[in-house]
């Protein structure tokens, strides 16, 4: 018999369902080598001849190198062996100078154990010192890595971990204390259909969605810069009470012409990644909203340039073209923050935890602990010890990779070639 042409078997192996629970001979066929097109399809080819059936498989290549898995039954029909096979493969991977090895075993993979969970690691860089911390931290927790593959390569390194046997709120506990440790972002999600239907970006607009603090904008046009700046810092790090350090603030804005809004809304600068981050989110049908402490003067118009869904803020009184110094209508602050999101969640038909919210101060705290992920953005420690996640890039794209979504699919969406 030879092994290049081996006889046509008489009857169909035993089918696949048979594998659950029964020791079943498999073989694991690994191919290894320099990438190129057909390999994948010629290894099969090559298989095909026995009449085996497709198990499992799986395909990474790097840095053009490929290393592809199949995991197939053991011919038992029509007089083919196991070696006729081995012989065969083996001669098609060195025909194409590449490395075959081929692993005789039982059934399938081991069942994977309760509990699953996605976690994200951004780096920047991300370095080995890194990822052996991590994945050692998750090993402690009981957690098996089933699998690895990269989100993104820039403008940080982004990498996913899919992660069983053990619980999410558990294991984004330890993690969270790993990351402080190491300075890297790791954001921790269960696994799901539910993390592909978070249908609500909710975010915060000062120091998040855009660079600036709204207020001190305003005061730069009325000579109290440095005064409001102190009292919003003391703000944010939850010194200070939010409504009276608001109306204290604003008070030092009292005389000024309402022409100046136009000047402000001309010196906001929108965060790296911002317009990334909704135009993707948007075609990925994703509603998006803003809540924000500063004013409507400001969020209308980001709402109506960047194509948001909802906005909310405060509202700066004018009296005669002129600002009063106080606000009107309902106060925006750290509990409103958190009743706005139920209202856009309830608005845009989606539940709460399906839901994600984005900010970095002391009064978004209560946003991002009701939505369904909150995610900290360069935030006060504050904020990173009581959100979900936390993530201290300047990018604020990267909060894609923590539902999933790669940098490749983000580009191919823009009509982008790298």
């Known amino acids: 018999m030879s092994a290049s042409q081996p006889p046509q078997p008489s009857s169909s192996p035993e089918p696949l369902a048979s594998l659950q629970g029964r020791d079943t001979p498999t073989l ?7 990438d190129r097109p057909g390999i994948t399809a010629g290894l099969f080819d090559t298989l095909a001849a026995y009449s085996v059936d497709v198990v499992d498989i799986e395909q990474v290549v790097t840095r053009g190198r490929i290393v592809l898995c199949a995991l197939v039954t053991a011919p038992t029909a029509g007089g083919t062996t196991e070696g006729d096979l081995r012989a065969t493969v083996h001669s098609w991977a060195e025909s194409l100078k590449l490395q075959a090895e081929i692993i005789s075993g039982t059934g399938d993979n081991r069942p994977r154990g309760d509990g699953r969970s996605h976690v994200t690691v951004l780096g920047h860089p991300l370095t080995a010192e890194s990822t052996a911390a991590i994945a050692a931290r998750i090993t402690s927790t009981g957690g098996n890595i089933d699998r690895i593959f990269r989100l993104a390569k820039y403008p940080v390194t982004a990498v996913e971990f899919a992660v069983s046997g053990t619980g999410t709120e558990a294991l984004r506990t330890a993690l969270a204390v790993e990351a402080a440790g190491i300075g890297v972002d790791v954001a921790v999600v269960s696994a799901g259909l539910s993390r592909r239907a978070q249908r609500l970006v909710v975010m915060d607009v000062d120091s998040t969605l855009i ?7 305003f005061a730069a046009h009325a000579g109290c810069e440095g005064e409001v700046a102190e009292v919003t810092e003391r703000a944010m790090r939850g010194e200070l009470d939010f409504e009276q350090s608001l109306h204290a603030r604003v008070a030092l804005l009292a005389g000024l012409d309402v022409s100046v809004v136009d000047k402000v809304r001309s010196e906001v600068r929108l965060t790296p990644g911002a317009r990334t981050l909704i135009r993707t989110l948007k075609r990925l049908g994703y509603q ?19 194509g948001l869904d909802f906005a ?10 002129k600002l009063t110094g106080r606000v009107t209508g309902e106060i925006v602050d750290r509990a409103g923050k958190a009743r706005l999101l139920r209202r856009f969640a309830s608005e845009a038909g989606v539940p709460l935890a399906q839901t994600v919210a984005i900010g970095d101060g002391a009064n978004d705290l209560d946003m991002l602990n009701t939505a369904g992920l909150g995610v900290a953005f360069n935030a006060k420690p504050v904020v990173r010890e009581a959100a979900h996640t936390a993530v201290n890039v300047p990018f604020l794209d990267t909060v894609l990779y923590l539902l999933g979504i790669t940098r490749e699919e983000v580009e191919a969406a823009d009509g982008l070639v790298e």
Request: net charge negative; glycine share 12%; no cysteine.
């Open 312 to 321: 909310s803020a405060n509202t700066l009184e004018v009296v005669d073209g």
């Open 211 to 217: 660079q600036d603090e709204v207020i001190e904008l």
């Open 28 to 34: 694991l066929v690994k191919i290894f080598g320099k």
């Open 288 to 306: 998006v909203g803003v809540v924000s402490g500063g004013f409507t003067q400001v969020t209308d118009d980001l709402k109506e340039r960047l």
